[in-house]
């Protein structure tokens, strides 16, 4: 009977009916309150806040809007060589994955931005964004609170459920407390930003991993003998567009701050990426260079690997210094076949290329890394489904051992231990694979 009750509710539409008239003939347009939306067929508009972009300077335009999505996730695995009984833990079973609250604001010029996200399955929640926003001119905003870096392709890298592998590596929808301002025009976008600290943590099970990784974006955070955060980041990024075609060039720089030794060392990092729309095809291509400097733990010591973790799970190694070339190609078909308005088909491929150089022999090379995501989403109405088929090679996600040494050193032979001289760096680890499915109702 609740899963009925469930079906039913997630089936359902709520909507109130909003009063329009065009603020360019002095009447007044008075969205008082919304609630749901059009998101699109894509994962870009499926997440992406309502822009105050669009009302150009509507000074006496006042809306509030309130969505949010419920979704369920569906996970079958093959790892290591080996499947798993149906309902084990993560691997062969149906969970909630999250439920999110979404509230936009518009008024005077100011806009109001929000996200919360719930992810019971963890048992953890946190803030996804949240911050205000003015409109100096038609094209230009300036917005502060905890807003989306602006760096590389936005609003994202990747078409599926997904990320590409820059994500966990903090370097795509990556979101930080501080300032953020651009220009927007047919021509151009230009970003400028400053974030003082990184977004502020959420709440999560103390059992899954340290309280500091209860956040949306991959992040360092401070843990036992490594008490390293990220502050004062500087980001810049520009883009030129024409038809339908986007290419730019970003840059990243930001302070890792030891908070027992308070020891200083830095992050920066470029991206030139494009993103191209000829019909029904979408192709994203994107290139990074990373590098960790200095930065050191408790005891004093240079790092090779620093510790980067979100949604409430333990923290796993990233290669201090690395270069990911990103390539994405999407295809969408529109349709009318009784609910099912698109599918779009996509393939999403990362190779992590790692130059960290560290003494000790073979047994200590750092070995790549890479992902590829086939799927398709399907839009039906408010639902929409993921159908990823996830490999994944020295992945700190698909594979039997969660995080670990994976975008690190990689794994070792005996994928369960940590790299040491008895246990060196696998020249082959394999490829798993991870069959995800993903259904939301989004309001």
């Known amino acids: 009977m609740p899963y009925l009750l469930l079906v039913a509710f997630l089936f359902g539409s709520h909507r109130q009916a909003e009063a329009k008239e065009d603020s360019l003939t002095n009447t007044k347009e008075n969205k008082v309150l919304g609630i749901g939306q059009d998101y699109g067929t894509?994962?870009?508009t499926l997440e992406l806040p309502v822009s105050s972009?669009?009302?150009?300077?509507?000074?006496?335009?006042?809306?509030?809007?309130?969505?949010?999505?419920?979704r369920l996730n569906n996970v079958y695995a093959h790892y290591e060589g080996q499947t798993f009984p149906l309902g084990t833990f993560l691997r062969n079973e149906w969970t909630w994955d999250t439920w999110r609250v979404n509230v936009d604001a518009y008024s005077e010029g100011i806009q109001l931005s929000?996200?919360?996200?719930?992810?019971?399955?963890?048992?953890?929640?946190?803030?996804?964004?949240?911050?205000?926003?003015?409109?100096?001119?038609?094209?230009?905003?300036l917005k502060a609170g905890i807003t989306q870096v602006p760096f590389g392709l936005l609003t994202y890298a990747s078409h599926s459920w997904w990320f590409q592998l820059p994500y966990y590596l903090g370097l795509e929808d990556d979101h930080q407390m501080g300032v953020h301002f651009a220009h927007d025009t047919d021509s151009w976008r230009?970003?400028?930003?400053?974030?003082?600290?990184?977004?502020?943590?959420?709440?999560?099970e103390a059992t899954f991993g340290a309280f500091s990784t209860a956040r949306y974006s991959y992040d360092v955070v401070p843990i036992p003998g490594n008490a390293n955060i990220e502050r004062h980041q500087v980001n810049l990024r520009a883009v030129r567009k024409w038809s339908?075609?986007?290419?730019?060039?970003?840059?990243?720089?930001?302070?890792?701050?030891?908070?027992?030794?308070g020891h200083k060392g830095s992050q920066w990092a470029v991206s030139v990426h494009h993103e191209g729309n000829w019909g029904p095809w979408n192709l994203k291509a994107e290139a990074i260079y990373y590098a960790y400097s200095d930065v050191r733990n408790d005891a004093g010591e240079?790092?090779?690997?620093?510790?980067?973790?979100a949604y409430g799970f333990g923290t796993y190694d990233v290669a201090s210094r690395a270069a990911l070339y990103v390539l994405g190609l999407a295809y969408d078909i529109p349709m009318q076949w009784g609910p099912v308005r698109s599918i779009q088909l996509y393939n999403d491929y990362t190779l992590m290329q790692k130059l960290t150089e560290v003494p000790g022999g073979p047994a200590f090379t750092f070995r790549n890394s890479q992902q590829n995501v086939f799927g398709a989403l399907v839009s039906a109405g408010q639902v929409y489904t993921y159908f990823d088929i996830a490999m994944g090679y020295n992945h700190p996600w698909i594979t039997d051992t969660f995080g670990g040494n994976a975008l690190g050193s990689g794994r070792g032979v005996d994928f369960r231990?940590?790299?040491?001289?008895?246990?060196?760096?696998?020249?082959?680890?394999?490829?798993?694979t991870r069959l995800n499915i993903n259904i939301g109702y989004y309001f």
């Open 53 to 70: 972009f669009e009302e150009k300077l509507k000074r006496d335009t006042t809306w509030l809007k309130i969505g949010g999505a419920f």
């Open 190 to 204: 230009l970003d400028a930003a400053y974030f003082l600290l990184a977004e502020p943590r959420g709440t999560n």
């Open 417 to 432: 231990q940590p790299v040491s001289d008895l246990n060196p760096t696998d020249t082959d680890p394999g490829w798993n």
């Open 42 to 44: 894509e994962k870009r």
């Open 302 to 309: 240079v790092l090779d690997v620093v510790q980067m973790g």
């Open 114 to 141: 929000f996200e919360y996200r719930f992810y019971p399955t963890f048992n953890t929640h946190f803030l996804k964004y949240g911050w205000l926003g003015y409109q100096l001119s038609n094209d230009t905003q």
């Open 244 to 261: 339908g075609q986007e290419l730019g060039l970003s840059l990243q720089r930001h302070e890792l701050y030891n908070l027992q030794t």
